[in-house]
């Protein structure tokens, strides 16, 4: 069983900048690929970053340049820096773990989720 906890949400400014972070549990933690997605109100939930176990990332378009996942095994932690902001990243970002060396893209494909830390991003 693996438990995530995020943190580092909050309320800023178009332009600006927030980091989150995101604390595993667990031994094993290098085994696991990683992802970041989020939901907005009345939107379907959506990838913005992956990292894979070896440390290969994956980002959609709308984030592609802006957002950069990283992890660091040693702290069990994974990141999302997201520069640029703009008033449509505002959603709750899930933090979500499943074990595997291979891509994984859709949120189906997870298999722990952290409970979700809300961006507001004002225009």
């Known amino acids: 069983q693996v438990q995530l906890v995020e943190a580092g949400g909050g309320l800023v400014q178009a332009g600006g900048s927030l980091r989150l972070s995101c604390a595993a549990s667990?031994?094993?933690?290098?085994?696991?690929?990683m992802g970041w997605f989020r939901q907005a109100p009345g939107k379907q939930r959506e990838l913005v970053a992956t990292?894979?176990?070896?440390?290969?990332?994956n980002y959609p378009d709308s984030v592609k340049g802006r957002f950069t996942i990283s992890r660091d095994n040693a702290k069990n932690t994974v990141y999302l820096q997201m520069n640029s902001l703009k008033a449509d990243d505002t959603a709750v970002y899930y933090c979500?773990?499943?074990?595997?060396?291979?891509?994984?893209?859709?949120?189906?494909?997870?298999?722990?989720w952290g409970q979700g830390t809300q961006v507001t991003v004002s225009s």
């Open positions: 979500s773990a499943r074990r595997g060396v291979g891509w994984y893209l859709t949120g189906d494909e997870y298999h722990y």
């Open positions: 667990g031994r094993t933690f290098s085994n696991y690929a």
């Open positions: 990292i894979t176990s070896s440390g290969s990332t």
